[in-house]
């Protein structure tokens, strides 16, 4: 039960980042609930390997291409969902910031 909530807080939560940014679109709260999962299989799935070929270079930024993995990610993600649309690299790169920081904060409030 716990993982069906944390799914659709994670949907409003990205909701509220589109609300947010002009260059990210949410066509409705189920699109919004399907990116959650679609980003959650993405990050379980595809993430690891990201990280993995690109170990070295994390290294070397101290972590800061993780962020750069996030954002490539939310523009597979893009590709993948017909409700969901980024306007390129940049507004993929800080709608995974916002994103995250609003899940951290419902994440706190819920815990």
């Known amino acids: 039960m716990g993982f069906i909530i944390k799914l659709i807080l994670t949907g409003v939560a990205a909701l509220v980042a589109s609300y947010i940014l002009p260059g990210v679109t949410i066509d409705g709260l189920g699109t919004a609930i ?48 017909s409700g969901f649309s980024v306007n390129g690299f940049f507004w993929a790169l800080i709608f995974s910031f916002v994103l995250s920081i609003l899940t951290s904060i419902v994440d706190m409030i819920t815990k």
Do not use: E, M, R, W
């Open 34 to 81: 399907l990116l959650a999962i679609v980003l959650g299989i993405l990050n379980a799935i595809v993430k690891p390997i990201l990280v993995v070929l690109s170990l070295p270079i994390t290294i070397v930024t101290l972590g800061l291409f993780l962020l750069v993995i996030n954002a490539v990610i939310i523009l597979i993600a893009d590709y993948l969902l």
